[in-house]
């Protein structure tokens, strides 16, 4: 079994920061590519930003220059440091990783239950 959980979401003031954490266990082989998506209210989760195991980035316009994604020295950690916040980004964020577990055959993807984050004008 994978079980990734995140944490570090809640309530700050337009403007601020936050630091979400993502910390994948079990029986893990290797993790590859992880990523941070979010889901506010009413609309369909979106892509925020992801990582590969050899560190290469990518992130949504949305959010480039604002966010930092980032992985851990544990390589099953992954963290988002949120700054320059705005009341858009208001969501529940989610972790995701593509792994390779001893459990199942393969590589593939499982997700967080997710953080809520809320941002306040």
């Known amino acids: 079994q994978v079980q990734l959980v995140e944490s570090g979401g809640g309530l700050v003031q337009a403007g601020g920061s936050l630091r979400l954490s993502c910390a994948a266990s079990?029986?893990?082989?290797?993790?590859?590519?992880m990523g941070w998506y979010r889901q506010a209210p009413g609309k369909q989760r979106e892509w925020v930003a992801s990582?590969?195991?050899?560190?290469?980035?990518n992130y949504a316009d949305s959010v480039k220059g604002r966010f930092t994604i980032s992985r851990g020295n544990a390589k099953n950690t992954m963290y988002l440091q949120m700054n320059s916040l705005k009341p858009e980004d208001t969501a529940v964020y989610y972790c995701?990783?593509?792994?390779?577990?001893?459990?199942?055959?393969?590589?593939?993807?499982?997700w967080g239950q997710g953080t809520p984050v809320t941002v306040s004008s």
């Open positions: 995701n990783g593509f792994v390779v577990a001893y459990s199942s055959p393969g590589a593939k993807t499982y």
């Open positions: 079990g029986t893990i082989i290797s993790i590859n590519a």
């Open positions: 990582i590969t195991s050899g560190g290469s980035t």
